[in-house]
């Protein structure tokens, strides 16, 4: 029996100018398209008409679709299908069950083919103004879970010895992801930035202290999908931000077109280079 192909591809993190130009290659290829909650609508726009897109659903929703199945979905997809795109927020092997995908495949003799992404585990602070390494405060990163998986009670939350630490999915936990840092030795003071849907016009950012910041994301109801930057880094984002200043998006839009071809250049806030690409 012939198989396709699956080529696991990362999305970036929601800004549609941040897909590479070999994912756009392969959404425009693909015969079907299975994408999940944080991968963004900007792919849509470069899909074939006639492309099946299968929406794998939001985690912690109702809608989740387990890993087996989306297994099992990729393997009946590939059985039918030239070239089959899984797509995933960020970068598939960072936090994206990526690496597991692919050892299915491969357990089951299915081709594939990687493609990273932009993870937003940079990209969401770079957006915020806050480079992950600097040469006068921080030399090293870590990129950790902030969550504990529901099988394994004990696992601790991480407080690596880096000078940055860059949680994922850690928003819901942070008393614990505290706790672990003050245990670990970091001064309550240590700045600590938590961006929320990072890279999209809806980005939110917060900063406060190792102290004080499991407070102030109550306070601020900041929510999943939020990345949470601990160091010293953090204070170059009062000099460094950048992207909440440019212009509201929404208000450059002419109304009654929302459907159209341009609409990852509608989900793009628009700077000055791509000329008001978000009025278009
Ligand atoms: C399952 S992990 C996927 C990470 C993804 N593979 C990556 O490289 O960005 C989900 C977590 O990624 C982070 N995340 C993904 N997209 C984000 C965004 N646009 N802004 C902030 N955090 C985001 C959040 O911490 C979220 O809980």
Same mark, same amino acid.
């Given at each position: 029996?012939?198989?396709?192909?699956?080529?696991?591809?990362?999305?970036?993190?929601?800004?549609?100018?941040?897909?590479?130009?070999?994912?756009?290659?392969?959404?425009?290829?693909?015969?079907?398209?299975?994408?999940?909650?944080?991968?963004?609508?900007?792919?849509?726009?470069?899909?074939?008409?006639?492309?099946?897109?299968?929406?794998?659903?939001?985690?912690?929703?109702?809608?989740?679709?387990?890993?087996?199945?989306?297994?099992?979905?990729?393997?009946?997809?590939?059985?039918?299908?030239?070239?089959?795109?899984?797509?995933?927020?960020?970068?598939?092997?960072?936090?994206?069950?990526?690496?597991?995908?692919?050892?299915?495949?491969?357990?089951?003799?299915?081709?594939?083919?990687?493609?990273?992404?932009?993870?937003?585990?940079?990209?969401?602070?770079?957006?915020?103004?806050?480079? !992950?390494?600097?040469?006068?405060?921080?030399?090293?990163?870590? $990129? /950790?879970?902030?969550?504990? =998986?529901?099988? @394994?009670?004990? +696992?601790?939350?991480?407080?690596?010895?880096?000078?940055?630490? !860059?949680?994922?999915?850690?928003?819901?936990?942070?008393?614990? $992801? /505290?706790?672990?840092?003050? =245990?670990?030795? @970091?001064?309550? +003071?240590?700045?600590?930035?938590?961006?929320?849907?990072?890279?999209?016009?809806?980005?939110?950012?917060?900063?406060?202290?190792?102290?004080?910041?499991?407070?102030?994301?109550?306070?601020?109801?900041?929510?999943?999908?939020?990345?949470?930057?601990?160091?010293?880094?953090?204070?170059?984002?009062?000099?460094?931000?950048?992207?909440?200043?440019?212009?509201?998006?929404?208000?450059?839009?002419?109304?009654?077109?929302?459907?159209?071809?341009?609409?990852?250049?509608?989900?793009?806030?628009?700077?000055?280079?791509?000329?008001?690409?978000?009025?278009?």
């Amino acid at each position: 029996m012939s198989v396709g192909r699956v080529f696991i591809v990362g999305a970036g993190p929601g800004d549609p100018g941040l897909l590479t130009l070999r994912a756009v290659e392969l959404i425009r290829k693909a015969d079907v398209i299975l994408y999940d909650y944080l991968c963004g609508e900007g792919f849509l726009a470069y899909k074939r008409e006639d492309a099946e897109c299968i929406y794998i659903g939001k985690r912690g929703h109702q809608h989740y679709t387990p890993q087996e199945q989306i297994n099992r979905l990729l393997l009946e997809k590939a059985r039918r299908h030239r070239a089959v795109v899984r797509l995933k927020g960020g970068d598939p092997f960072v936090f994206g069950r990526g690496g597991e995908e692919a050892e299915y495949l491969r357990r089951h003799g299915v081709p594939f083919e990687i493609v990273p992404g932009v993870t937003s585990s940079i990209a969401a602070p770079a957006y915020a103004g806050i480079p !992950v390494t600097h040469r006068d405060y921080s030399s090293s990163v870590s $990129i /950790v879970t902030g969550h504990r =998986r529901a099988d @394994r009670d004990s +696992e601790e939350v991480l407080a690596p010895n880096t000078d940055t630490i !860059v949680y994922m999915m850690g928003v819901t936990n942070l008393p614990n $992801i /505290v706790e672990a840092l003050l =245990r670990s030795g @970091r001064r309550p +003071e240590t700045p600590v930035a938590i961006i929320r849907w990072g890279t999209r016009p809806q980005q939110r950012t917060i900063v406060g202290t190792v102290e004080n910041i499991a407070e102030l994301a109550v306070k601020e109801r900041i929510n999943p999908p939020s990345v949470v930057v601990v160091g010293e880094v953090v204070r170059l984002r009062e000099e460094l931000s950048w992207y909440e200043s440019l212009p509201d998006w929404k208000a450059d839009l002419p109304s009654g077109n929302a459907g159209d071809k341009t609409l990852p250049f509608k989900t793009r806030k628009p700077s000055a280079l791509s000329g008001g690409e978000g009025a278009e």
